[in-house]
């Protein structure tokens, strides 16, 4: 939690004073909007949110899981910023930590990086 | 399984999954357990007549796998098929988010409307054309990285993260079902992830049949009130689908290629 209001502090600090030079480098703007817990802890999500979306992406995939706790698109629900209502952009959750730290993040080429316009899904006779 | 490339399994870095086997064709006991209880639990309640275990027992928990027990397929009565009528390629557009086809030598199409007419009586058909979800799939067959596979309840698809676009399922597929994305996307249904640079066919609306829902061609059809599109579960003697192939004679395409269909057709 402390890891976190301080990652927050970080990125206010950074969108207010980046002019005014008050950091040594850039940081990334991790703003989140959304209170509550995430489906794991923040360290695990740092250091292991790529290894746990490929499980669940692999699980859905191949074999129709399609349980929520570490699919994609729960991510994008609550990640997603209220501004533009999108996981991408400079200010994006994603894309903010992912340019700062130089990874490429190939996801939204195929992905909706919005949350919402969820199809309709009919119900067999 | 006659296949040959079932040995044969991706050389990717792929996470092993529990009770996978080479295409997912593998079950695991313990999942069988689960649903033969879960089959049991409900066999205990009172059900309206026709209404049939095993269908029930196919709307999966969203974290159970599926299974080999369900093939899913799709019957199409083209003696109910009207030509004009593209509902269930708009329904497709709509669900998959293709959009419109303005380019239609480029633009993605996962089922197109055929009409047919023989020459010397005149007489005219007209037929959705799909992915006939091959129980021997070609497409499969010469996949260099594994991405074209079957899952374990018959549905053909491509698993974008590992397709490298090279377009061979698309030469081996003897029913023109499969498009190269040429251009990047932006409005993607959220359920259905796509984008530039892969091969993409119809899925049968996988994300709705996981949920226990029908693909969205045959619902739209059944709107239109032509109700020419059936889907079920063909390993399932009772589901009605099944009922209707044994009583009217019904045609695979290409049935001399000897691919075991999941689409079928009536009337052709
Ligand atoms: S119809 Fe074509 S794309 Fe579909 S499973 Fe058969 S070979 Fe593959
Ligand atoms: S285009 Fe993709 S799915 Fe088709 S054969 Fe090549 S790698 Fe496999």
Partial sequence: MKALAIAVLWGLTFAAAHAAESGRTPKPVIAIEKPGQCVEATDVMRRDHMKLLKHQRDKTMHQGIRSKPHSLNECIACHASQKTGSVIGAEGFCQSCHDYAAVKLDCWDCHQPKPGQKAATGVRP | ?268
């Fill in chain 2, 1 to 268: 399984m006659s296949n040959n490339r079932e040995q044969a399994q991706p050389a990717n870095d792929r996470h092993p999954l529990p009770g996978e086997g080479g295409r997912g064709e593998g079950s695991n006991v313990s999942r069988r357990g689960f649903l033969a209880t879960s089959a049991a639990a409900l066999a205990g309640l009172t059900l309206a007549p026709g209404i049939n275990l095993i269908e029930i027992a196919a709307a999966k928990p969203d974290s159970e796998p599926v299974t080999s027990k369900v093939r899913w397929g799709m019957l199409i009565d083209t003696t109910r098929c009207q030509s004009g009528c593209t509902d269930c390629v708009s329904a497709c557009g709509k669900e998959n988010g293709l959009g419109e086809v303005t380019k239609p030598r480029t633009d993605a199409q996962w089922i197109r409307k055929i009409d047919l007419t023989d020459l010397k009586s005149g007489h005219a058909l007209s037929l959705p054309m799909m992915c006939q979800h091959c129980a021997n799939p070609p497409c499969v067959d010469v996949c260099p990285t594994g991405a074209s596979f079957k899952r374990a309840d018959g549905i053909v698809l491509v698993d974008r993260h590992t397709c490298i676009g090279c377009r061979y399922c698309m030469m081996a597929c003897p029913y023109k079902a499969r498009s190269f994305v040429h251009e990047p996307h932006t409005d993607q249904n959220p359920e259905v992830p796509r984008g530039q640079g892969c091969v993409e066919s119809c899925t049968l609306c996988v994300h709705r049949v996981d949920r226990g829902g029908t693909p969205a061609c045959v619902e739209a059809c059944a709107a239109a009130g032509h109700n020419a599109m059936m889907f079920g579960d063909l390993n399932n003697p009772e589901s009605e689908i099944s009922k209707r192939i044994r009583e009217v004679k019904t045609t695979q395409v290409r049935a001399d290629l000897k691919l075991d269909l999941g689409v079928r057709y009536e009337g052709i």
